[in-house]
């Protein structure tokens, strides 16, 4: 089996096809863990892999992408640490490259899902291959500054699903919303809403998610 470098879970399609299927990519939030994220990916087709990374660092009783840079203020303008965002990064590239091999995933047909952390990690992957990736969700997480101002070729139409909610007090909508403008103006097939919910997926936006999905795999 290919050399997979962070812990995760592997959910085969059960309904298999010919050949090398799509896989979800499931990137959890700040303090949880690799079966966080795994309650929304039930929901989706039965044709799909799903591969759920933990992120590399303890944190209490769970575990983290990066740590927090507060140098510009509280948590509402709180950015990642930049070494290790970048460290994160490189690790969950190698971990889709390993699960492509290892799982007999189709390499055109990957998606990233991230909540929190995970979808500002997610954000970022997208805009630093945007080919690398079919379409990504990213609810209640914001851009990066290190890539906000990044502008790459590969990004127009890919389909981006945007999710926040107007209660977050971690994350709050005005941020999230910042990123579904700013991916816009780069050409990106933006869908976005703000839910009226905490830092958390309720039903709405659950079922806004797996149509995105059910639709683009």
Same mark, same amino acid.
């Given at each position: 089996?290919?050399?997979?470098?962070?812990?995760?879970?592997?959910? %085969?399609?059960? %309904?298999?096809?010919?050949?090398?299927?799509?896989?979800?990519?499931?990137?959890?939030?700040?303090?949880?863990?690799?079966?966080?994220?795994?309650?929304?990916?039930?929901?989706?087709?039965?044709?799909?892999?799903?591969?759920?990374?933990?992120?590399?660092? !303890?944190?209490?009783?769970?575990?983290?992408?990066?740590?927090?840079?507060?140098?510009?203020?509280?948590?509402?303008?709180?950015?990642?640490?930049?070494?290790?965002?970048?460290?994160? !990064?490189?690790?969950?590239?190698?971990?889709?490259?390993?699960?492509?091999?290892?799982?007999?995933?189709?390499?055109?047909?990957? /998606?990233?899902?991230?909540?929190?952390? /995970?979808?500002?990690?997610?954000?970022?992957?997208?805009?630093?291959?945007?080919? =690398?990736?079919?379409?990504?969700?990213?609810?209640?997480?914001?851009?990066?500054?290190?890539?906000?101002?990044?502008?790459?070729?590969?990004?127009?139409?890919?389909?981006?699903?945007?999710?926040?909610?107007?209660?977050?007090?971690?994350?709050?909508?005005?941020?999230?919303?910042?990123?579904?403008?700013?991916?816009? %103006?780069? /050409?990106? =097939?933006?869908?976005?809403?703000?839910?009226?919910?905490?830092?958390?997926?309720?039903?709405?936006?659950?079922?806004?998610?797996?149509?995105?999905?059910?639709?683009?795999?």
């Amino acid at each position: 089996m290919s050399d997979i470098p962070l812990e995760h879970v592997h959910v %085969e399609p059960s %309904e298999p096809g010919d050949g090398p299927a799509p896989a979800v990519v499931l990137l959890h939030g700040r303090g949880s863990n690799e079966q966080d994220l795994l309650s929304i990916a039930r929901e989706f087709p039965d044709h799909v892999h799903v591969v759920s990374l933990r992120a590399p660092d !303890r944190l209490q009783g769970g575990y983290t992408w990066y740590e927090l840079d507060l140098s510009e203020g509280g948590l509402h303008q709180s950015q990642p640490h930049a070494e290790q965002f970048e460290r994160s !990064r490189s690790l969950v590239r190698e971990a889709v490259a390993g699960a492509v091999e290892a799982y007999d995933i189709d390499p055109d047909r990957i /998606g990233l899902l991230g909540f929190s952390q /995970g979808a500002i990690t997610s954000l970022s992957l997208l805009l630093d291959d945007p080919d =690398d990736y079919a379409w990504v969700v990213a609810l209640h997480g914001y851009l990066a500054d290190s890539h906000a101002d990044l502008e790459p070729e590969g990004i127009a139409g890919k389909p981006v699903f945007v999710g926040g909610g107007s209660m977050d007090q971690i994350i709050p909508a005005s941020r999230v919303e910042r990123a579904a403008e700013r991916l816009r %103006e780069l /050409g990106a =097939d933006v869908t976005a809403n703000v839910y009226g919910a905490p830092h958390g997926v309720g039903p709405d936006e659950l079922q806004d998610v797996v149509d995105f999905v059910e639709a683009h795999v």
